[in-house]
T-cell receptor, first 114, second 111 residues
Framework: DTAVSQTPKYLVTQMGNDKSIKCEQNLGHDTMYWYKQDSKKFLKIMFSYNNKELIINETVPNRFSPKSPDKAHLNLHINSLELGDSAVYFC?????????????FGEGSWLTVV | SQQGEEDPQALSIQEGENATMNCSYKTSINNLQWYRQNSGRGLVHLILIRSNEREKHSGRLRVTLDTSKKSSSLLITASRAADTASYFC???????????FGKGNQVVVIP
């Protein structure tokens, strides 16, 4: 029944590794997002996709590469992980990409880079 | 990009009391939204107020928007222990539903 589901929920990995976080939504929404929340709970958008097309790319290092195989999935791949990448990553979706559409968040993926 | 900033950062109240949080932003907006985040969970949308609206209610929530002061407030009436959470305001200034989130208010409701 989970609307926006992301895996894994917890991920501990070493610097330099490559990791992926998967996200799926079963709401039939057109638009999906990745947000990053740091240790001070500051939440910032990273990417958005609408029907598999990249819409927002918010000055994220190119070590972060989103991939949307279809509009129900938006995965996040991170290369050469750095300590500063440690954060909670939230996947989200909204019915449409337009202003005012409610955003539905997943439960988050806690990434710790050691 | 602009950013909502909530004030105060942390609030501790007794169950049954009202909780008020404020949010300020810097540029013109299309709408402003409030979200709740329980510890260790994702954000949940609470309410959206459009730039041409001044006040909106949803259950025990009351949101006001003053575009001349670029500020908003969220009032939770008759608080419950289950209202313990962080509350974020988020502003939408451009297209593409790009939300800029504030730092969040931690609210603790003591039973």
């Amino acid at each position: 029944d989970t609307a926006v589901s992301q895996t894994p929920k917890y991920l501990v990995t070493q610097m330099g590794n490559d990791k992926s976080i998967k996200c799926e939504q079963n709401l039939g929404h057109d638009t999906m997002y990745w947000y990053k929340q740091d240790s001070k709970k500051f939440l910032k958008i990273m990417f958005s996709y609408n029907n598999k097309e990249l819409i927002i790319n918010e000055t994220v290092p190119n070590r972060f590469s989103p991939k949307s195989p279809d509009k129900a999935h938006l995965n996040l791949h991170i290369n050469s992980l750095e300590l500063g990448d440690s954060a909670v990553y939230f996947c989200a979706s909204s019915p449409r990409q337009h202003s005012g559409n409610t955003i539905y968040f997943g439960e988050g993926s806690w990434l710790t880079v050691v | 990009s602009q950013q909502g900033e909530e004030d105060p950062q942390a609030l501790s109240i007794q169950e049954g009391e009202n909780a008020t949080m404020n949010c300020s932003y810097k540029t013109s907006i299309n709408n402003l939204q409030w979200y709740r985040q329980n510890s260790g969970r994702g954000l949940v949308h609470l309410i959206l107020i459009r730039s041409n609206e001044r006040e909106k209610h949803s259950g025990r929530l009351r949101v006001t928007l003053d575009t001349s002061k670029k500020s908003s407030s969220l009032l939770i009436t008759a608080s419950r222990a289950a209202d313990t959470a962080s509350y974020f305001c988020a502003t939408d200034a451009g297209g593409n539903n790009r939300l800029a989130f504030g730092k969040g208010n931690q609210v603790v409701v003591i039973p």
